[in-house]
Structures are given as C-alpha cells and as structure tokens.
C-alpha cells in the first residue's frame, strides 16, 4: 500500500522517481504525485488516478513550468484519511510552500495535532493525516532553525501511529530526510547517487546495494551517502544487503502481464526455496535464534497469515501435524490478537507474510512474543519487518513478484511451511533423519510436476473463456485439496470479481448445496484414489449429489483416475504427488482458470480494483 521513492544524485530527479513509481505500482495505488527541488523551489504535480494520468498532467504543463532537479520524491497513494482525488493525492506542503511530505501508513493523533495547527491560524488544504506533518515540520524549523532532518526528528517523536515519511525543504535542496516507524522503507547507495524506496523495486534498476532502515529512525540521504539516526537523534548504523535478484526479474519478460509470467516462474520458486535447506541430513532455516532445545520443547502450533499465505497455512497445519503430532492452529492473523489466543513459552508462531510487511501479520507476531511464544516466520522479503521481529527466518527465494494475486509466492510459502514442520520433526525425533531426507526429496521432486502441469493447461484457458459470463462459481476440497478450493475462489474474486466460494465438501449437504443449480460451475479438487481412497470415495458421492442437481463439474483429478472422469464434465488431470504435495499442481488450474476468467471479462490481472499487493494498514 502506497509507494514512496526517494533520490538525490546527478540524474534528473523526476524521471528517477517517475519510473521507481511505475515499479511499485504493484502495491496498490489511487493517486500519484511528485516533488522536485530546483532553484530552490519546490515543484509539485499529483493526479488521481493512474501514474498516466500524473505524466499526461506533467507534459501537459511543460510548455510553462518544465519540472528540472535532481533531489526529488514520488508517492503512489491508497486512500485511508480522505478521498482518492487531486486535493489530497501527496504530495503535501505547509502553507509557505517550503517543505513538501508524502507519507504511507496512518497518523492515529492527527485529529488532535490538526486542530493545534488550526487554532495557530493553520489552514489546511486536504483531508488527509499527512498535511499535519507538512505544517508542523514547517513551524519547528521557523521556531528553531537547524536542519530538515533535525525538524523531522522533533515531529517524528509527537507522531503516533505507523508512518513512512518522506521529507523535501525548498532551503536544503541537496538532501531527501525520511522517517519511518512500522510502514516499509529501504535505502539504496549507488555511485555518487542514494535512493529511498518502499521497496527494492523502486530503485533496482540503479543499484543491488541496500540497506535495512530500523523503526523509529531518520535518514538523510545525499548525493555523497546517508546519516541514519533514532527519532532522539542518537547515530544508528543500518544493516546492508546485496539485492540477489534483477532489472530482469522486475519485469515482464514477453508476458502480457506480471501475473503470467509469475505462475510460470512457479517451478523455479519452489526449487530456489528448497535449495540449501537439507545439509548433512539436517533441515536449516536461514537464521535462527531460537536452538533446538526451544525447537524441541515446543508443544504447539499457531500459524498466522492473511489471504493467500493463510491458505498456505492451512495446508502447512496437515504436514505438521502429520509429521510432528504437534497440534496446530491456523488463524488470520487480523483476528488472532483480539480473541486472546492461549499462549505460552512453548507455543511457536509460525508467521507466513510474502511482503513480511503486512500490518495484520505482524502485530499477530508482536502480540504473540509479549506472550513470550517463539516467532518463527516465512517470508519473500529480505530485511522486511516480520522477519526483523521473528525469532527464526525462513525465506521463500520466489523472487520479486509484482502481479497482486499471489502465485509463485504461494507455492514457494507452502514449501516453506513444509520444511517448518520437516524441522520440527527432526528437532522433536518424530522423524528418522532417513525419512526426513525421504520427505526433502519428495519436496525437490514437484518443481518438475509444476512445469508439467503448467504445460498442459491450454485445455483450461479455452474452458475459462467458455463460463467467464458464469454468474458465480463455487470451489470444494477435502482434507489439503479444501485450502486449495479457497484460493481458487480467493484468485477469482479478486481478479474477475466474480462470486466465488470454497467449501469443504464435506459441509454442502449443511447449507451451500442450496446454492447449487442448472449449469452452476463447480470446481472439484479430488483427493488421489491411492493417497486418500476413502476421501476420494466420499468426494465422488459428493460430485455425485451436485450433478444431480444440476452442477456443471470441473473435476480436477490425479493423472489416470478412471473414475472421477465419469463425474466430471470437464476434467483436468495433474501429474500425481504424495497428497501433502499435491496443492504444489491441483492449485495450478484454478490460478490459470482465474487469470482467464478475468482476461475473458476484461479485468486488468495485474492491478485488480481496491486491492494493494501489502496491506500496510490494520
Ligand atoms: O504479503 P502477505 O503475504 O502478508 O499478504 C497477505 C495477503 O494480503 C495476500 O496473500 C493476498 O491475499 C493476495 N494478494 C491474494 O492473491
């Protein structure tokens, strides 16, 4: 939610952050803007809407003010405080015009903040939480002097709430300053050139060097480097890292959309996640605070996570508890907090977050170690916050993935999950080391699975076009095929915005049957008839009762199962895997059938309405 870029160095200003905007479209946006420093003085555009309606305004007004620099900002807004239009589109000024703002996240006192500005005579121009900022920024340096940074510091430390906060002063052209407490920003250093970005993304294309901003602290950045300092002014070193992926990686690659090229990077995900992770027999997590005698004595299992990384968990809940008999509890993370969840030294919190930003999550994760439970999390994301709280890490190597829907991300989450509960049985003894090396194997099996089903999928797009004008269509599963119902109902809303819904099949008959009727397309995932007879038995009673009244079946079955053909009205077959492995090929129709259905309906895959790729806010 909301993308921020920041730069000072030799190039021009605006076509910096113009692109690094366009690079994190991604994350969901309702109006974008800029601010440029030249001749010491601040230039301003912002638009709502797309970042084309922001350049069609910019080369619109060329002819009269041509916007020259080279220390500027960009931001992509999602509306919280105020509508999506012009006036409250960041970025914001004070009332001189001196010093500019944008800002990600939510000012929680800016009611009260806003009303001192107003009874000083203050008059503010927007809606939005942001402006205060601009204001009080404005007043200390006038009252004090000194420098943008020290400013930002001072109203920083009055600011509740989760912000990024990104700072110009027409008077210090040469610096960008910035101050972040719980919404995302990273630092890049380049040659004689310093970046700031939501994300890598925004300034990839510049540099691979990094570094990972903390909570509570300011940076100044300047052609020459970067001061970093805590909100008390206190000198804080942060930690770098190289950016192991490319330019390449960030874009679409001959695909039509980001989406498409994603789920064909699927097989390569699952691989990169895997890679490194059995040495010596011994499954490793990337970095781990926590030995194995925490590991060992842990007698329960939460696993927190939103949307898809949720589903990735309810399928992670069945190998654990498969391999560990831990029990395991998979809850969305936005209600895990507020219903007190019984907690204890003993419990892990396994946190699965691809942007490892989400607000959701990683309150869940900051709750739960107040319980003092262990924090262990999965994540896409290096240097992101979830990870920095987390006790242990795991990384899923999935790449930068752009398209909103979730693919490679999800298959590389539910690879990670399994190799947490692969851990957990080797740290508590449930499993020989030979028959963890036995269950890695099968893990570095399904990459070549995946691209077989990816393969074979021509058949599913042409049925997509035939019931994309299908009012609704309904997912059912069992056992780890019912998370994967959910996410393929879970693509297809929110790509086609189409009424779907997953179900257990197992409850039709206790309500949703209902719902069924003439030529209503259903969605089967078929447990395999030699993994899990006696639920393949059951789901062919339940295709059975649907068809009965009326359903149109779209079976998606184990390569060779004879008799889920005779049910099936369209069937799809994917290669056969152990049934804890099989989401890694049963989800990939439904994430193809979605990305169709869309197209089919003129739905813009990438950047489906209303959604961001982080949810930054609770
Ligand atoms: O970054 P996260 O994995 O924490 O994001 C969680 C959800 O917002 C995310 O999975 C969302 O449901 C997907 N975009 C759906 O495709």
Redesign the pocket.
């Known amino acids: 939610m909301c993308g921020i870029v920041g730069y000072v160095g030799p190039r021009p200003a605006l076509d910096v952050v113009v692109e690094g905007l366009r690079r994190l479209e991604y994350r969901g946006y309702d109006s974008a803007g800029v601010a440029i420093v030249g001749d010491n003085e601040l230039q301003i555009a912002k638009k709502a809407g797309r970042i084309e309606n922001l350049d069609k305004l910019i080369a619109s007004e060329s002819a009269t003010r041509a916007i020259t620099g080279n220390t500027g900002m960009g931001h992509t807004r999602w509306a919280t405080h105020g509508a999506p239009n012009d006036r409250n589109a960041h970025p914001h000024l004070d009332a001189s015009g001196r010093i500019a703002v944008v800002h990600n996240g939510i000012i929680e006192n800016f009611s009260a903040l806003r009303a001192e500005l107003e009874s000083a005579g203050v008059e503010f121009v927007s809606e939005t939480d942001t402006e205060t900022v601009a204001h009080l920024v404005a007043a200390h340096l006038t009252a004090h002097g000194g420098s943008l940074a020290d400013a930002t510091r001072a109203v920083a430390r009055r600011l509740q709430g989760a912000f990024t906060l990104v700072l110009l002063d027409a008077e210090q052209p040469e610096v960008v300053v910035a101050a972040r407490r719980n919404s995302p920003l990273v630092l890049g250093v380049g040659y004689g050139e310093t970046f700031l970005g939501s994300d890598v993304a925004a300034f990839i294309e510049y540099t691979r060097e990094a570094v990972e901003l903390g909570q509570d602290q300011v940076v100044e950045i300047r052609r020459d480097g970067y001061t970093i300092t805590g909100f008390d002014g206190t000198p804080v070193t942060g930690r770098p890292f190289h950016i192991d992926w490319d330019l390449a990686a960030a874009e679409k690659g001959g695909f039509d959309y980001f989406m498409l090229k994603e789920m064909q990077e699927q097989p390569g995900a699952v691989r990169d996640t895997l890679l490194g992770h059995l040495v010596d027999g011994q499954i490793m997590l990337d970095e781990q605070r926590l030995d194995r005698q925490d590991l060992r004595e842990i007698d329960k299992v939460f696993i927190v996570?939103?949307?898809?990384?949720?589903?990735a968990g309810l399928i992670g809940k069945q190998a654990i508890e498969h391999w560990t008999r831990i029990p395991v509890e998979v809850e969305m993370?936005s209600e895990f907090r507020y219903r007190d969840p019984v907690l204890s030294r003993q419990t892990l919190v396994v946190a699965?977050?691809?942007?490892?930003?989400?607000a959701?999550?990683l309150e869940a994760v900051r709750h739960a170690r107040e319980q003092n439970a262990k924090v262990l999390s999965i994540?896409?994301?290096n240097g992101a916050q979830?990870p920095r709280e987390s006790d242990a890490v795991l990384y899923t190597h999935a790449g930068p993935e752009i398209?909103?829907?979730?693919?490679k991300?999800?298959v590389a989450?539910v690879a990670a999950v399994e190799l947490v509960g692969l851990a957990l049985a080797q740290a508590r003894g449930t499993k020989y080391g030979d028959e963890i090396t036995t269950e890695f194997d099968a893990l570095c099996a399904v990459p070549d699975q995946i691209s077989a089903a990816l393969a074979a999928m021509e058949p599913v797009r042409e049925l997509a076009r035939e019931i994309a004008s299908a009012k609704a269509i309904l997912f059912i599963g069992r056992h780890v095929g019912y998370p994967v119902a959910l996410?393929g109902a879970?693509?297809l809303k929110?790509?086609a915005y189409m009424h779907a819904e997953g179900f257990a099949a197992g409850e039709l008959k206790h309500g949703p049957i209902a719902l069924i009727e003439d030529g209503l397309p259903v969605v089967v995932v078929m447990p395999s008839p030699t993994g899990r007879p006696v639920l393949h038995q059951k789901m062919l009673s339940n295709v059975a009762e649907i068809k009965a009244r009326g359903a149109r079946t779209i079976v998606i079955a184990e390569a060779g199962d004879a008799a889920a053909r005779e049910h099936a009205d369209h069937l799809i077959e994917v290669p056969a895997l152990p049934t804890l492995m099989s989401p890694f090929v049963t989800t990939i129709p439904l994430q193809v059938l979605a990305a169709e259905i869309a197209l089919a309906r003129g739905c813009d895959i990438d950047k489906p309405r209303n959604?961001?790729?982080?949810?930054t806010v609770e």
């Not at 959604?611 to 949810?615: E, G, Q």
Request: hydrophobic share 35%; net charge negative.
């Open positions: 996570a939103c949307g898809t990384a949720y589903h993370a699965i977050s691809q942007s490892g930003e989400t959701d999550t994540c896409n994301t979830i398209g909103v829907a979730a693919t991300t999800f989450q996410e879970l693509k929110e790509l959604l961001a790729k982080s949810v």
